[in-house]
């Protein structure tokens, strides 16, 4: 956690609840206005424009005006780009409480978490400010007399999908890494969680961005999201969601323009414990990443293969360790794990949690509802799982763990790589040949040593197989928003 996070706005004001378009506030074409839900209370926080297929046209006309060529956008240096992008990245830190609050509020993760990942969204986009007058090409040796030569440039107009779970962090890095390399945006954050990406639009004005460089959209995924994904006159789409979403995304795609596609979706990432490791470390870290954000998280831990000569006292601890972790409100001291997003993952975990117990995972810890109002599950902790129980292969998104049994390092990398999913590995040893083994076997985008979760703006993060298709962060990311233009010169020459 942050040091000394500051108080949090219990009731932060909402000042933003318009679609931003063309760097002004507007009403939907059809007025019409959608719930956002506290999802803690159950209660109303705010009414949010709706936008639609026709706000979306609007939007991707102001951007492609924006991107034309001679725009005041297309005019800019590369540095002066990056230097709109770190005064962005100042304005958010500047009020990052305000924002970190709203995120609580709409999100319902502990405050604390809130402002990190905040903090965390500064560095990202200060990350691509650096960037953005450091994308170049190359020069080729080529047979012949002549001058071959490449250029980086933008994509164009690019659509931004962005998740419930981690709005702000996801938001920013995307939005910046769409910025540095040129392009112009048209993002819809989650339905679920409008707020955070509304007050990053107002900030964006703020910063100077031109008019129609970033438009929000807030709005639903069978409307707003599909109208992005096979709309012609966008160039791209970057999305991180489900799996089954990201198969539409791309179907979306193939149907229309065959605009390039960028996809970060689920996951059921195994972290593997050796009879030889710390642990007290590995407990930490498979507690803790698990029930952060309510399990929650794509590249959660969601199963743990531990070493027969271990398994039994892992669970003994790792069940003492979960039964203390304190749900509730976002706003309450002390508190590690919030609600569900909504009732439809809520009423999801809950019947997933029943299937492991009718096909005979034993249920040590949880399994039920806290309270009668606001979604929360309690910390809940399975034993005796093996590989094709539905607990075992469906992504759950809650804080469900599944704990494994394992004899031998070739018997669990099968079993790790047992999965459609490739997003994110861990392992735990003090044998160095033992995790790089482990390390190189392994089918996943990240593989993590005796820690987890760690991601950084310079390190690329994907998955393999059904876990998607590119990668975010690091520069090589930046290619999901560039096109390479090969240009032959013929040198004529005497010699």
């Not at 459609?420 to 482990?438: D, I, K």
């Not at 059904?466 to 975010?472: A, F, I, P, Q, Y």
Request: with cysteine.
């Amino acid at each position: 956690m942050a040091p000394n996070p500051p108080q949090p706005l219990a009731n932060p004001p909402i000042k933003y609840t318009k679609i931003f378009i063309n760097n002004e506030w507007v009403d939907s074409v059809s007025g019409k206005k959608f719930p956002t839900i506290n999802p803690s209370t159950e209660k109303l926080i705010a009414e949010v424009a709706e936008s639609d297929k026709a706000d979306v046209d609007n939007a991707v006309k102001a951007a492609r005006k924006a991107f034309e060529r001679g725009s005041a956008w297309r005019s800019l240096d590369a540095s002066e780009r990056g230097r709109l992008l770190y005064k962005l990245a100042e304005l958010i830190e500047e009020n990052v409480n305000e924002i970190a609050s709203l995120e609580s509020l709409d999100n319902g993760k502990p405050f604390d978490n809130s402002y990190v990942q905040t903090l965390d969204a500064v560095k990202f986009v200060r990350y691509y400010a650096g960037a953005a007058d450091k994308i170049h090409g190359k020069t080729i040796p080529t047979d012949g007399k002549e001058f071959v030569l490449t250029r980086k440039e933008p994509l164009g107009v690019v659509g931004i999908i962005i998740p419930w779970n981690y709005p702000v962090v996801l938001l920013s890095f995307k939005l910046a890494m769409g910025l540095a390399a040129g392009c112009t945006l048209v993002i819809k954050p989650a339905e679920q969680t409008p707020l955070t990406a509304l007050y990053v639009a107002h900030l964006t004005k703020e910063a100077g961005f031109p008019a129609g460089v970033v438009n929000i959209l807030p709005g639903y995924g069978p409307t707003t999201g599909a109208a992005i994904s096979s709309h012609l006159d966008i160039d791209g789409v970057s999305f991180t969601g489900s799996t089954i979403v990201g198969k539409m995304v791309l179907a979306a795609s193939a149907n229309s323009n065959l605009k390039k596609v960028g996809l970060e979706l689920g996951g059921k990432s195994p972290l593997v414990v050796f009879d030889d490791a710390n642990l007290e470390l590995a407990l930490q870290f498979a507690t803790m990443a698990l029930f952060m954000n309510a399990g929650q998280t794509c590249l959660a831990p969601t199963r743990v293969f531990v070493q027969a000569g271990i398994h039994d006292v892992f669970v003994k601890k790792y069940v003492e360790i979960a039964s203390k972790i304190k749900v509730g409100d976002a706003f309450e001291a002390g508190v590690f794990q919030g609600p569900q997003i909504d009732s439809k993952g809520f009423n999801k975990v809950l019947s997933l949690i029943e299937a492991g117990k009718k096909e005979g995972a034993k249920c040590e810890l949880g399994g039920n509802r806290i309270g009668k109002v606001g979604y929360f599950v309690e910390p809940t902790v399975f034993s005796n799982v093996t590989d094709e129980m539905t607990i075992a292969k469906e992504e759950i998104f809650g804080p469900v763990q599944s704990i494994f049994k394992f004899d031998t390092l070739d018997e669990v990398i099968k079993r790790a790589n047992d999965t459609t999913y490739g997003l994110a590995a861990g392992v735990f040893t003090e044998n160095l040949n033992t995790s790089l083994e482990f390390s190189k076997a392994v089918q996943a985008g990240t593989v993590w040593v005796n820690q987890w979760g760690s991601v950084h703006p310079q390190a690329p993060f994907g998955g393999y197989k059904m876990s998607g298709l590119g990668r975010e962060m690091g520069m090589d990311s930046l290619d999901e928003f560039l096109e390479t233009k090969t240009i032959n010169i013929s040198v004529p020459t005497n010699h």
